[in-house]
């Protein structure tokens, strides 16, 4: 972060499984970025995902997958502020740390719309809307759903998004089945899958 801690800085925090990071993550974040008028995007790959049923990667893994992602950008930044937090990682947390980090900083969640839906189910939702505001980006199969008016009134949508029917768990079960992921991760993230093995006979 450049000017003094964040002075009147507009981030995007992105938080994810991020297992692995995909195409669709990426470009989720730089049409928020745009809309948004955002002067960086932190990725915040999560330690322990708070909802999420089925066992995910090792962080160690998730993180350095996006930090070959993102490698290229000068705007987007790797957040290591939920992998050294024990526990689940509650976006709760998450904000309350970073704005006690960086207190002159705006800070804007963005959100897939399948996540956007789901944030009256949030745990302290309430709270969160009083640090950030939320960019939401249309998911292909995902309809923007109603949402009670003290998040819609927090929330602005990325307008013309371009969008791509892509999930990590698609990925995941193409790698294990043999299948080429070669153009849906970027290609270093495609390199590390591959030399660790990460998805072999793992759907
Ligand atoms: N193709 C996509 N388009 C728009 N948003 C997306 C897309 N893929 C993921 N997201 C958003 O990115 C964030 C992190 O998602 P996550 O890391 O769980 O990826 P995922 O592809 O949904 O993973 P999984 O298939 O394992 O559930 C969420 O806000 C999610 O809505
Ligand atoms: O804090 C919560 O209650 C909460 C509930 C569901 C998801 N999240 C966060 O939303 C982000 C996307 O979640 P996921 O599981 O789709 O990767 C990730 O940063 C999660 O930690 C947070």
Redesign the pocket.
Known sequence: MSRERGMNMRIGI??????PIHMGHLLVAEQAREAGGLDEVWF???AE????EAPVSAPHHRERMVELAIADHPRFRLSRV?LVRPG???????VKDLKKAYPQTHFFLI??A??MN?LP?????EE?LQVVQVIGHLRPGVAAGDLPPFIASRLTLVEDAVTLDLS?TDIRKRAAAGKSIRYLVPEKVRRYIEENRLYENKP
């Open positions: 992105f938080g994810g499984t991020f297992d915040i790959p999560n995902p708070p909802h999420k939920e689940p990682s509650y976006t709760v947390d998450t959100v897939g399948d996540m789901d189910r949030w745990y302290k939702i969160i990590s």
